[in-house]
């Protein structure tokens, strides 16, 4: 929502300034300067990215548009359900999860936070690593260090559409340069005309550089930096997991390896201490 509101504003912004200037908003309406801009760029993009970072970036495209689903609420879940398996741990002993960790969809458990159990990666990431643990054949900094190489990785390969938009953006100036020279060597070819008419045709040629610019800097390059921002959010799950873990390794209680947990969070999406206790509590 918040995209397309930015985006009438830029809009609003560029073209309603250009209007109370006295301009003529028809003149910017130049449909061959896009396709040449646009069709530039999108031959550029694929030419220069793999198979994987095209898919990646295609299926990225339409989370702008969508709000980030990492919300307090949904890591208060991911506490309860972290506290419940190490509750279950303390009790009961490592093996004690063994089924949980193997069948994620039929544990009693797992069932009882939906939204959780729905990002199949984080579902991967937490029961792999209970199953080390159950395992028992790798000590608390063997697996910090596996668990730091493995969120590097997700998070290198969260940054990839970013990448891959940021730099489209950056090479829409220059299509738009691409254009506007087109179209001062079409004025070129026309140089008999009547003045009238070749002042349209430079005019027409400015636009090539206009639009590159605006889609650049007011459309595009937005998108990889918001892109990028919902990568890091991805990666903070994993990081809360992670501490999590290590913590009760280490020996603290399922309460206390929460707590760790929860002080790794960003502060906006960080519940207090009583107000994520009394939701655990309700939870069980």
Do not use: C
Not at 45 to 51: A, D, E, I
Not at 98 to 124: L, M, N
């Amino acid at each position: 929502m918040l995209v397309i509101v930015g985006y009438v504003v830029v809009l609003g912004a560029v073209f309603g300034g250009f209007a109370l200037a006295g301009g003529h908003l028809a003149a910017l309406l130049q449909p061959i300067e896009l396709l040449m801009i646009a069709g530039g760029a999108f031959g550029a993009f694929f030419v220069g990215n793999t198979s994987k970072a095209v898919k990646a970036t295609l299926k990225a495209f339409p989370t702008v548009f969508k709000g980030s689903k990492y919300t307090k609420a949904l890591y208060m879940e991911l506490m309860a359900l972290l506290y419940e398996l190490l509750g279950k741990i303390r009790k009961e002993g490592l093996m004690s999860i063994e089924r949980d960790v193997d069948s994620p969809g039929e544990s009693p458990i797992f069932s009882k936070y939906p939204k959780i159990t729905a990002d199949h990666h984080v579902i991967e990431f937490m029961t792999d690593y209970l199953r080390i643990m159950v395992s028992g054949n790798l000590n608390a900094m063997e697996i910090e260090n596996l668990m730091d190489v493995e969120i590097e990785t997700h998070h290198h390969e969260a940054l990839v559409p970013a990448h891959v938009i940021t730099k489209m953006g950056e090479g829409l100036p220059a299509f738009g340069i691409v254009a506007a020279v087109m179209g001062v060597v079409h004025t070129m070819e026309s140089v008999g005309a009547p003045p009238s008419e070749l002042g349209m045709l430079i005019a027409h040629a400015l636009v090539g550089t206009f639009l590159g610019i605006l889609l650049a800097y007011g459309f595009i390059g937005p998108l990889g930096n918001l892109i990028e921002q919902k990568a890091e959010e991805s990666t903070k799950m994993f990081q809360t997991i992670k501490v999590t873990l290590l913590a009760n390794l280490n020996g603290y209680a399922p309460a206390m390896a929460v707590e760790f947990g929860r002080k790794a969070l960003n502060s906006t999406e960080r519940p207090g201490f009583t107000e994520l206790e009394e939701h655990v509590k309700q939870k069980r």
